[in-house]
Each structure stands twice: as structure tokens, then as C-alpha cells.
């Protein structure tokens, strides 16, 4: 069964906004990381966040980790075109142990 | 090469035959993933090889589907006896021990008829 489910399914966003989707998951983890995926193909490492860390930014993104509520946010800040895609959060239990993906956040990008 | 490569990129058989998807993950990494991904769906664990341990097979759907990895280097998954529902897109990735960071292949469209 699937570890983390990001919240919203699908996301529909002016460019220039910004975009917020959620992870939550269910058992202790050692980090936790979010993946960009275009076009059903292969993903992208975005970020990864450890479970000692609550904040980290990346260009224009920023992952909030809440360990006490299991659950973890990804902000894109001022949305371009090039954005469009599916967002996975995985986790993961220790450094050396297999990822466990959720279901994804569809995020388009209108002109 | 560069990244994580599999082959073939798109796979069309009949139900019934066997196939043989291929990855060759980046060199040094010693971990290695193998991910079932159906249309608009999330990713679907199948198989983790970390180094010499022991497989991590739980994901695997039945006993049609295998792995295995040689060498510590190139994975073999293999689905016999195809159905229907095992059309997908298969992603095969790798780390370095000790970082999770995972680098994807382009995957693998596979489709029974």
C-alpha cells in the first residue's frame, strides 16, 4: 500500500500564483522527498527533507515538514507554464530502505 | 551513460507471452528500484535490490512477476504469461547507498493485447 497521499488530486492555477499541495503518511520516516514527473514518463528529484528538518527551499520551492502530524507541504511560488506536471511525495524509513510513493497532485499551469 | 536507462521504451505483446524489461542503472549505485505506474495512476512498488542483501520482493503482484539483478548492476524484470492488466508503465531507478535520492529511467510502456 502506498506510504504518502498528496492532497489536492489536481490542481488548476494562473501562471504567477503560487501552487500548495500536501503529503501525509502514516509511519515514522528518516526523510521524505517530492518528485516531479512530465509527460507519464520518467520522475525528477526535487527536494528532500529529513525528518529533523521542518523548512527547506529550493529556488522556487519550499517543503514544510510537520512530523508530529505526519504530513509535509510543497509550495511552487510564482507558477510558470513549464510547471505543469505530476508532484509525488515519497518516504522514506531509513537512509538505505526502498521509497514509498503516494498517489500524486496534477498541477497545470494556464497562460 | 549519464542516467538510468531501460529497455525497451515501448513494448506491445500478445496475452500469454512472456517479457523481458531491462534497466541499467548509474554506475556505483547500489540500490535499485523497480515501480509499476498504470494511466494516471501513482507508483506501485514492485521490487528494491539494495547491494548484496536479500531482495525486497513484496511488492511483486504474483508469481508471474521476477527480478533479478546481476552483478550488482543491470535488472531483469520479467512478467510471464501476460495479461491484460499488466499493461502499465514500468520505472526502474537507483541510489547510491546511503542517500535515498532516486534517479528514474524513462520507464518502459508496456502493452498486452
Known amino acids: 500500500s502506498q506510504q504518502g497521499e498528496e492532497d489536492p488530486q489536481a490542481l488548476s492555477i494562473q501562471e504567477g500564483e503560487n501552487a500548495t499541495m500536501n503529503c501525509s503518511y502514516k509511519?515514522?520516516?528518516?526523510?521524505l522527498q517530492w518528485y516531479r514527473q512530465n509527460s507519464g514518463r520518467g520522475l525528477v528529484h526535487l527536494i528532500l527533507?529529513?525528518?529533523?528538518?521542518r523548512e527547506k527551499h529550493s529556488g522556487r520551492l519550499r517543503v514544510t515538514l510537520d512530523t508530529s502530524k505526519k504530513s509535509s507541504s510543497l509550495l511552487i511560488t510564482a507558477s510558470r507554464a513549464a510547471d505543469t506536471a505530476s508532484y509525488f511525495c515519497?518516504?522514506?524509513?531509513?537512509?538505505?530502505?526502498?521509497?514509498?510513493f503516494g498517489a500524486g497532485t496534477t498541477v497545470t499551469v494556464r497562460a | 551513460g549519464a542516467g538510468v536507462s531501460q529497455s525497451p521504451s515501448n513494448k506491445v505483446t500478445e496475452k500469454g507471452k512472456d517479457v523481458e524489461l531491462r534497466c541499467d542503472p548509474i554506475?556505483?549505485?547500489?540500490?535499485l528500484y523497480w515501480y509499476r505506474q498504470s494511466l494516471g495512476q501513482g507508483l506501485e512498488f514492485l521490487i528494491y535490490f539494495q547491494g548484496n542483501s536479500a531482495p525486497d520482493k513484496s511488492g511483486l503482484p504474483s508469481d508471474r512477476f521476477s527480478a533479478e539483478r546481476t552483478g550488482g548492476s543491470v535488472s531483469t524484470l520479467t512478467i510471464q504469461r501476460t495479461q491484460q492488466e499488466d499493461s502499465a508503465v514500468y520505472l526502474c531507478?537507483?541510489?547510491?547507498?546511503?542517500?535515498?535520492?532516486?534517479?528514474f529511467g524513462q520507464g518502459t510502456r508496456l502493452t498486452v493485447v
Open positions: 554506475s556505483g549505485h547500489t540500490a
Open positions: 527533507i529529513r525528518s529533523n528538518e
Open positions: 515519497a518516504t522514506a524509513w531509513s537512509n538505505d530502505y526502498k521509497l514509498s
Open positions: 509511519t515514522s520516516i528518516n526523510n
Open positions: 531507478a537507483s541510489s547510491i547507498q546511503g542517500r535515498t535520492e532516486a534517479f
